[in-house]
């Protein structure tokens, strides 16, 4: 299956979890920390415990590159494992002058594999091409983070009326020619999502900040299902990957996914 | 030394160029891509020529991650054998929420070691401080760009009058409480710069864009001189890296890179 498609086929299937592997070595369970790959085994189990379950796994690279090379090889590992039916994304936030995001994206795409990646805005239009030049990959833009520094300059406005961020998802529009862009909004900012619901009309949604971060899921479910727009994934990490430390730590994390997979197709 | 003492050491010695190791196997000589680190081999030989000349080696991290963990190990090896007084360069454009920027910044600072990070403001500042925490390195912010794309928002103006790139500035500004912070600018944004002399007065400049991306060494240079901004290095990488694509590379190198010294030390 195409990358593009896999998107598709989990949201069509009614899976939106997207489960990010911000897999801290401080955090995980101390059973697993003498293994020779501590954060590798616990990614492993965590896969293989919730593939089924989710539509996607989001590899989050400053907790890979925080260990060096070491590091780096147990990202390489991780997302060789993710089964082939599960959506994967490149959580590095890349962005470039054009013949350096050209080599960003051979990492991402060609060495690593991965259906998608997450890029920044702030260089332009050349800084984005090089990944929109992998038809079949999706990039996530973005517009405006789940973070409280997104008022700084993401929140700012244009001469024109409009905020940074509004002219961000109208550029990716515009960019869009390959039907390969998607946004990555924070689900903190919640009444700027309804309000820009309109002109994301057509474009996939990476959704994080619910849990940890404060957004509240049962709010984006609600407007997603009254503005009709199925193309969404929620991403989730420490509130998944911590619900428990002991030995059960799997089985914790599947019944908070499936206690999530819950809340979107049946919202209160 | 610490790492900003040893920034300021090479620029009061009048260095000021900083060689960018955007190195790319593609690109260098047929006679190394036998050895078993061709890359490695390529950036030894030119560090060990270059050294006592240059004010910086800056890496640029989307070369190595091309090459996958073994292109992580070559950076990891490469930083570790530029000499003590050269100051270092991680160029990762990197920004995200606060603790995954914690985690870039512990790779950067702590396991990799470098003197510095370039860093990306869309994000704001919770996604910049876990850098400036580390009241010895310095953090390189974004302002304007050398590449096309630095119109699309950086150059936008916001409803206050200021293009949006001036707010990044004035917002770094603030954030310079352990006057770690440094300014990227393009020198393809000649005007630019020059309109933004009197923001910039107290803050270190990065700057790219000389050479294959066709800003002018001379006016700049002038610039600097006539506002006594002494507090700026340029970076070059393809124009002197691949000057000869023979046995003479470092010979040629080193002659294109003594040539940038005098035209910086000595303007026509």
Known sequence: MKSIEKFYYNIN???????????DFNKIPEFLKHSD??????????????????????LNF??????????????????RIIPENVFTIADAKRGDIGNTSQMYAKSVFDYLKFDSVTVN????????????NYNDKLSFVLALTSNPGSK?????????????????INKVKEWNKNKNCGIVFGATNFSELKNSMTDLASLPLLIPGVGAQGGSLNEIVKLMNQVNHNDFIINVSRSV????????????????????????????
């Open 62 to 79: 400053a907790f890979y590159e925080a260990l060096g090379q070491q590091g780096f090889l147990t990202l390489e590992k991780t997302v």
């Open 241 to 268: 990957l911590y619900k428990s430390n002991g030995e059960d730590f799997a089985e914790a994390a599947l019944s908070e996914m499936l206690s999530l997979n819950e809340q979107i197709n049946n919202p209160a």
């Open 13 to 23: 299937s009614g899976r939106h979890v997207c489960v990010g592997l911000d897999t």
């Open 152 to 168: 700084d300059f993401e929140k700012l406005t244009l001469k024109d009326g409009e905020f940074l961020y509004q002219k961000v």
């Open 37 to 58: 790959d501590p954060v590798f085994e616990f990614n492993k189990i965590i896969i293989e415990k919730l593939s089924p379950f989710v539509a996607a796994f989001k």
């Open 121 to 132: 805005p702030y260089m332009g239009e050349d800084s984005i091409s090089p990944f929109l």
